[in-house]
């Protein structure tokens, strides 16, 4: 009877899975169904229960479209971002979380605090920077963008996973005589890479859905990415290409979801360590 138990429950464990597994990702593969249709099937009035399989919406955005440059320039942009945020965000979680200072919690406090400001109050000054110092529709404009938005939030995973090492493994390394930086190198950092990593996705996540900032710093197809490609290729002469555009989105929801596929053990155990530490 035990056992029974123990198997129906594995059972129903299994079952919710599925489900929610299957409420995540039918969206998507829909968005999927509809990139592989003609477009003739895909705006018709009536449903179609056995559509036609075609490539004409893959061609279209390889051949009449830049996918490409667009694709690049996310790519390097939200690699560059994360970059950016993690490298700047390990030693000023290390201080925070290990030094003491006057004014340290004030500092954290005031770096958490830049993310809870809405982003419309210093789009204005942000645009006029970028187009003082030259950078307007780059990628690198791009780079230092996400990443300024991302940093707090980057710090502050990364502080609460080091506020759960041990203390007595850097008493033991200072006894040996190394020093700070190589401390943080070799001991702190292999010891929270799991945090670092979930810090990674999570900066690389909200640089990809950040809209309004790249609308505004990527004015011109140069320095496109791809979810503002998303947003022009809507209108024209041809109207909206709906087959075009879900097959879009789908290759820009792929990668995302590749790497947290890759990585999701580093990713729950960096979520759920150091949750309790303030």
Known sequence: ?????????????????????????????WFL???????????????????TWSLDAWHMIWRDWPMRAYLINSLMAIAGSVVICVGLAIPAAYSLARYEYRGRDDIG??????????????????????RNLGLLDTVWALMLVYAAINLSITTWIIRSYML?????????????????????WEIIIPACRPGIITAAVIAAIFAIN????????????????????????SG??????????????FIAFLPVFLVVLMIQKHLSRGLTMGAVKG
């Open 33 to 51: 169904s509809i990139g592989l249709r003609p477009r003739t099937e895909v705006i018709t009035a009536e449903p179609i229960y056995w559509p």
């Open 109 to 130: 406090f005031y770096i958490l605090s830049t993310r809870m400001m809405a982003p419309a109050i210093v789009a204005i000054p942000i645009f006029f920077l970028f």
């Open 1 to 29: 009877m035990a056992r029974r138990s123990r198997s129906e429950r594995l059972w129903l464990r299994y079952l919710i899975l599925f489900t929610w597994a299957a409420f995540c990702l039918v969206p998507m593969l």
């Open 164 to 184: 759960d090492i041990p203390k007595e493994l850097e008493d033991a390394a200072r006894t040996d005589g190394a020093s700070d930086l190589t401390i943080l």
């Open 236 to 249: 024209g002469t041809d109207g909206i290409i709906y087959n075009a555009i879900a097959l879009v989105a």
């Open 210 to 233: 950040e809209f309004l900032f790249t609308l505004l710093i990527a004015s011109t197809p140069a320095a496109y990415t791809l979810s503002v490609a998303l947003a022009n290729f």
